[in-house]
């Protein structure tokens, strides 16, 4: 207990320390490198907690707080970037990224893009687990020797499927080009769609051998369909591969050729595989800039791929999945049903997509803008009018209760429990999405069941020892005070001035953080986050996760406090922020992994 | 050759979603049902988790004459074909610091230390592999060789997304290498039968077709691997191991020793993954309803021969399930925190985690194998990652086996060790399934375990 006590006060110091200007080297606490912290978690215990305080709190409030309202940036310390071309005086040092295979999502998203099949083959799959909150964390996409099975089974179907119209697959009729030429063309064509680069001539010759094996024994469209099959089997197509440049020098750095660049562009912007445009780039040598790359990166974003991208982000980092199929207390809330879970998980996609693609990107308004998207079966939730058509309309919300994604019903209502609002996990919530700072599990011996409801008593009343007793205040003052700033929310989402027969009490205080303090409200709560540029780093580290597939490492610290700074430059523009994300110099660059030794020390991680 | 029963005319499974004994004794395989042919030994895991309340689980009496708490009351009836274990540690969890649920879980199959260093929210490691293999992938790279899957990985609900995997994998090939059990029975059933309603030289003609896919498959894994750093190669080669492992299936050929028995009814359009009080779960008796049908297939794909190392995982360690079936309304986990009010509750639900256990050895027992039946053929492990669940104990863990491992393993028997690593129970598994071991897991807790065997 003791010991996680002491994490939650290190968090607590470490939290509060970040307001103070200048304290990058010291709030990091790493070298610059990659590699030596990868230490495992043997030994004499106890220097994990803390590392981690460090670790994730690390890159944030690296400069002074300023304000960070509309495009007034003016005040804010730059460490040394050239504007949006990104060359940056600092080290940073892209770490070692493991090659990953596609999610579920992006095989689906791939074979419709590639073959027009929406028959979403993967949705049919052993489901994908996050790693770190996101699916295309490279660590959490490990394969089972089922998930093989599945692969094969995929690859069966969509390779019957395609060669139903075998001239449309193939480009060619092989009754009138001949079969050989047809089909050598198609293996190069189709080979470079899939594989995202074109094929080496060992490549081609070998699948130009399946054909001609499979050719001696089977039809036509079969053999096409054993190509095939072989295409959507092989690593090529399964893994994101940026094999290193034959002879580079272990450990050191060298920047991704086009085709892979690309690729890493693509499946971060849009879940799968490069169009044609982008692979036009990557041929023709379009990609080399970074203005060419930013310019393709905001072309990307107007797809409706981008659209769903952008969803899928949201749906990941604030457990959206969640909100889905939420079950509540049926006596407290006989008119919420489970059709309405799927609704309020769209509204928080479309709230997130229309302030990020359709009304400029601000992650200002991201956290405060007083509207969002209502569906009729929402209204009532919201007390609004219901629209008078069906499917979602935008519509302006009292700005005195509704502002923002924090007050969207969905996330306050997964933040709840069945019957009850939950304090803890909305403020825990705030501190691990929004400040990215981490907080330790209770200790085993604490009594972690909700507090039954009693009548007449408040929920601030029922959490009251959370603060009173000293075990549980040394981690709780850094979430209850900020959870209970949303109590105007029931469980369901909906306003609410009463709690249990009582005026409810919404005021809080931000423990730590560049924007400690105390408030009144969830609104207040939210235009203070707002004004946090840790807030704002948090966001840009957690894009950067994102688009990576991976975790943060150690060495990606320089290039994290770059890249906050560049997302300030933008006035905060998550848009902006998403095409900054694209010209760090990780994402455009790769390590060059040993052949013979492991990165993590040990073997076989 | 002749053309095996078409999917559709065979009979129904009993209507509703459980699949049940007569669903079991309709199918049984022609070849288990009459054939004397030497029976294979097979291993399985039964999985659930929280820990129990000691006074109520630990039987009272001597190693033969003992009398069963209330938490095993129901394996009364099998109180011979079983054998407790109490009193082993996970002591290997003890060597590292981390959250003390993936701690648990990490260990309690593979008894290593478990990788990683990135600590993320709620002190879970955030980058953590296991640190070898677990029991049943050992002893499935032993004695699965000969079966269409070297093992098969059922679950229930063990795929909760919003936890981090070191809480949700058990079964491990290695480092980086979680096995994912499958929790729908459709999709296990069609992985174990899926080439059902095809006719003998169909499926040979399939079986060449996917013998030269994956034959090119493998070329092409092989010339990228050359390419790659040190840890991606590591990663690709178990990818391509499991094709390697497809092609075997192939060499085994298209016949199995069992008639297709007719699909498990659709229990999918029966689950309901409902999210409670923030965590996702299983609602309206779904979950035991999954439960029984992948009991149901386990027994199956062993009394088939098409795997004989099989593990059930109810849950994911700190199991967020509620059972509703039994009218308790807290998640599991929190639950076990505090035992001044949920101790009846936490009983509650661990006595009814043994009827499930005892409805499997039912189903085993009514397989006949020779002289006997599947049970005896088997040994049967049911773990569990923690022994008091309200101070995340690993120590004197509550183990429990069945199965007489073919008439190696004296049952009816309860064993009280005073800490004893639980890596020389496993070390004594091996041995069992003629695997020559001095030790399992982490090299600082070799040997066996006295008086076991």
């Known amino acids: 207990m003791a010991r996680l006590i002491g994490v939650c006060g290190l968090v607590a110091a470490v939290a509060g320390s970040l307001g103070c200007t200048g304290a990058t080297d010291a709030v990091s606490g790493y070298p610059v490198g990659s590699g030596a912290e990868n230490t495992s978690v043997n030994g004499s215990g106890g220097a994990a907690g803390p590392t981690d305080g460090s670790a994730t709190s690390g890159v944030t409030g690296v400069t002074g707080v300023t304000g960070v309202g509309g495009a007034n940036t003016g005040g804010v310390q730059s460490t040394g970037t050239t504007g949006a071309a990104g060359t940056v005086n600092l080290p940073e040092e892209p770490t070692a990224a493991a090659v990953r295979r596609l999610t579920h999502v992006e095989y689906n998203n791939t074979v419709a893009d590639l073959l027009e099949d929406t028959s979403a083959p993967a949705d049919q799959f052993t489901a994908d687990i996050a790693q770190n909150g996101f699916t295309n964390n490279a660590a959490a996409l490990t394969v089972s020797p089922s998930l093989v099975e599945q692969y094969m089974s995929a690859a069966e179907d969509l390779s019957r499927a395609a060669t139903v119209d075998l001239v449309g697959l193939l480009g060619c009729d092989p009754a009138s080009s001949g079969e050989q030429a047809c089909i050598e063309a198609f293996i190069q064509d189709f080979g470079q769609r899939a594989w995202r680069r074109p094929l080496s001539e060992a490549e081609r010759t070998r699948l130009l051998g399946v054909f001609t094996t499979a050719r001696a024994e089977f039809e036509l469209d079969v053999s096409v369909q054993l190509v095939l099959q072989v295409v959507l089997q092989s690593p090529q197509f399964i893994y994101l591969l940026e094999p290193a440049t034959p002879g580079a020098l272990p450990g050191s750095v060298e920047p991704l050729d086009g085709w892979q660049l690309a690729t890493r562009l693509s499946y971060f912007l849009l879940g799968s595989t490069p169009d044609d445009s982008l692979m036009t780039a990557a041929e023709t040598g379009a990609l080399s800039t970074p203005e060419q790359v930013a310019t393709e990166a905001r072309r990307l974003l107007t797809l409706a791929r981008a659209r769903e991208r952008i969803g899928l982000f949201f749906t990941e980092w604030l457990y959206l999945r969640n909100v889905d199929r939420m079950v509540k207390d049926p006596t407290l809330f006989p008119d919420y049903d489970l059709t309405l879970g799927p609704l309020l998980r769209q509204q928080l996609e479309l709230f997130a997509q229309a302030v990020i693609l359709d009304q400029g990107g601000s992650a200002v308004d991201l956290l405060t803008a007083p509207y969002t998207f209502i569906s009729p079966e929402l209204a009532p939730i919201y007390g609004v009018t219901a629209p008078s058509t069906e499917g979602f309309m935008r519509v302006d919300l009292d700005p005195s209760r509704r502002a923002g994604l924090l007050t969207h019903a969905g996330l306050l209502a997964s933040l709840a429990k069945a019957d009850q609002t939950d304090p803890v996990h909305r403020g825990k919530f705030v501190r691990e999405r929004l400040l990215c700072e981490t907080v330790p599990p209770p200790p085993p011996d604490a009594n972690i069941t909700p507090p039954a409801i009693t009548p007449g008593s408040t929920t601030r009343e029922r959490f009251a020892q959370h603060q009173s007793e000293p075990v549980c205040a040394g981690c709780h003052t850094l979430m209850d005070p900020i959870g209970l700033g949303f109590e105007h929310y029931d469980a369901v989402g909906q306003w609410r001035d009463l709690d249990g027969g009582l005026p409810v009490d919404a005021t809080g205080t931000i423990e730590g953080s560049d924007v400690a303090g105390p408030f009144d409200g969830a609104i207040e709560l939210s235009g203070k986050l707002a004004q946090s540029r840790q807030v704002m780093n948090c966001l840009a580290e957690t894009w950067f996760r994102f688009a990576l597939g991976r975790s943060v490492a150690p060495g990606d610290d320089p290039g994290l406090r770059a890249l906050g700074d560049r997302f300030a430059n933008t006035g905060f523009n998550m848009r902006e922020l998403l095409v900054e994300v694209t010209l760090s110099r990780a994402f455009r660059h790769r390590l060059v992994p040993d052949p013979n030794t492991s990165a993590f020390g040990q073997e076989g991680q | ?453």
């Open chain 2, 1 to 453: 050759m002749s053309r095996r029963l078409h999917r559709r005319t065979l009979l129904r499974g009993a209507a509703g979603v459980a699949i049940g004994l007569p669903f079991l004794e309709a199918m049984l395989p022609r070849r288990a049902q009459g054939a004397p042919a030497p029976a294979p030994q097979r291993f399985g895991v039964f999985f659930s988790s929280c820990g129990v309340i000691e006074q109520d689980w630990l039987p009272s009496g001597t190693q033969t004459d003992f009398t069963l708490g209330p938490s095993l009351a129901p394996l009364e009836p099998h109180r011979n074909d079983i054998v407790i274990l109490h009193g082993l540690d996970a002591e290997t969890s003890y060597m590292q610091t981390a959250n003390e649920h993936d701690l648990a879980m990490a260990h309690m199959l593979t008894a290593m230390r478990m990788q990683g260093s990135q600590v993320g929210r709620a002190g879970h490691i955030i980058d953590g592999t296991a640190g070898g293999p677990s029991i049943d992938q050992a002893l499935a790279a032993s004695i699965g060789n000969d079966t269409k899957l070297r093992s098969l990985e059922l679950g229930v609900a063990s795929t909760i997304t919003d936890l981090e995997p070191m809480v949700i994998r058990m079964s491990y090939g290695g480092p980086g290498d979680p096995r994912t059990p499958m929790d729908d029975p459709q999709q296990v059933f069609t992985r174990l039968f899926g080439d059902g309603e095809a006719s003998e030289d169909e499926i040979q003609r399939l079986h060449r077709q996917r013998r030269s896919v994956l034959d090119a498959v493998l070329a092409e894994f092989d010339a990228v691997n050359a390419t790659l750093g040190y840890d991606d190669r590591q990663k690709l080669e178990r990818h391509a191991t499991a094709i390697r492992d497809l092609e075997r299936q192939l060499d085994l050929g298209g016949t199995s020793s069992c008639q297709v028995p007719s699909a498990p009814p659709d229990v999918s359009t029966e689950l309901f993954d409902c999210v409670r009080d923030g965590r996702p779960n299983k609602c309206l008796a779904s979950f035991p309803e999954i439960g029984k049908a992948q009991m149901d297939l386990m027994v199956l794909a062993l009394a088939c021969d098409l795997s004989r190392v099989v593990s059930l995982q109810w849950s994911t360690a700190e199991s967020t399930i509620v059972h509703d079936q039994l009218g308790i309304s807290g998640e599991h986990h929190l639950m076990s925190h505090d035992l001044n009010s949920f101790s009846a509750d936490l009983t509650q639900i661990n006595t009814w985690y043994a009827e499930q256990f005892a409805y499997l050895l039912s189903a085993l027992k009514n397989v006949p194998e020779g002289d006997g039946t599947l049970l005896d053929n088997m040994l049967l492990f049911w773990p569990n990652e923690l022994s008091q669940g309200e101070i995340h104990s690993r120590r004197g863990l509550p183990y429990l086996l069945a199965g007489g491992a073919g008439g190696q393993l004296q049952t009816g028997r309860f064993l009280q060790y005073q800490g004893n690593p639980h890596n020389q129970l496993y070390a004594s598994f091996l041995n069992l399934f003629g695997v020559p071991a001095q030790g399992f897991g982490e090299p600082d807790f070799p040997g066996t375990l006295a008086g076991f065997v």
